[in-house]
């Protein structure tokens, strides 16, 4: 694997591709960086903001520990169909980065070295990440004990969320996590009940929701504003109204009504 091989891979953006060709770092510095991002990727992501054009250099970064992570999915017998798809968020978070700081780079690092370490992999429409659950929980009769590992399942932007690729998704997971039991867990504004109050019952997003028991919801939570709205605005006044779903999100909240977000649990 290679870093041009890897960009084409991901879909990264031709521009940004260019940018990452065109970095020059060397090799010793490289692996200084290497080597602290795998001994403390907290300490590494403090290290580098503090350089100039950080989020350039986490992009590039991001990319060459991508290329290094491939030695590994062939270790495990992973696809280059699930390697691409999983790193494909690089190529998502960059195009945020650009819309939301204008330039190419990535901000969302802590999320993405998930995926460099080989903790969360995308199998379909949904990406997936073993974790151990944080609660005791029963749902129809059948417990969940707290710290047992579960899928939780994350949803990336980008595509349609279809019944039929949420199906797939689950099904390959099942397939993919073998030592795993087939429980599945998300925390998102997807999630959250009242959507039946702004969405029609044929939508995508209801008929993903009701693949789950919410057993929780976060009143408080933001995360439907950030991703209909693309950013948080303390007056729904101002939101804009370019899509059905931000004019029947805004027409919600100017009423006075939370979105917040949901936790849900799939056995």
């Known amino acids: 694997m290679d870093i041009k091989l890897f960009c084409e891979g991901i879909k990264l953006e031709p521009a940004a591709a260019q940018q990452v060709y065109a ?3 060397e090799d010793e510095t490289y692996e200084a960086h290497k080597q602290h991002f795998y001994v403390d990727y907290g300490s590494f992501f403090e290290s580098v903001k503090q350089t100039v054009s950080y989020r ?7 990319v060459r520990f991508g290329v290094d992570a ?21 190529h998502i978070w960059c195009t945020v980065c650009v819309r939301e700081y204008g330039e190419y780079g990535i901000e969302e690092y ?21 974790i151990a659950f944080d609660r005791e929980l029963v749902v ?16 990336p932007s980008g595509e349609p969320l279809t019944p039929q690729g949420v199906e797939k998704s689950l099904e390959l997971a099942r397939a993919f996590f073998r030592g795993v039991t087939p429980v599945y867990v998300c ?44 950013k948080v605005n303390a007056n729904p006044s101002e939101y804009d109204e370019l899509t059905s779903l931000q004019r029947s999100a805004k027409a919600y909240l100017v009423a006075g009504h939370p979105l917040g977000s949901g936790f849900g649990i799939i056995l």
């Open 23 to 25: 970095y020059h770092m």
């Open 56 to 62: 350039k250099l986490l992009l590039y970064l991001l």
């Open 140 to 155: 129809n009769g059948r417990k969940i004990v707290k710290n047992q590992i579960v899928c939780n399942v994350h949803i």
């Open 187 to 230: 925390h998102s504004w997807l999630l959250y009940p009242k959507l039946t109050e702004v969405l029609s019952a044929t939508s995508n997003i209801l008929q993903f929701q009701t693949l789950f028991n919410i057993y929780d919801v976060d009143l408080e939570s933001k995360e439907a504003e950030q991703r209909i709205f693309n």
């Open 70 to 90: 491939y030695a590994e999915y062939r270790i495990r017998g992973i696809s280059d169909e699930v390697y691409y798809d999983t790193f494909s968020d690089i």
């Open 110 to 130: 802590n999320w993405l070295q998930e995926h460099v370490q080989l903790r969360l992999f995308r199998l379909g429409r949904l990406q997936f990440q073993p």
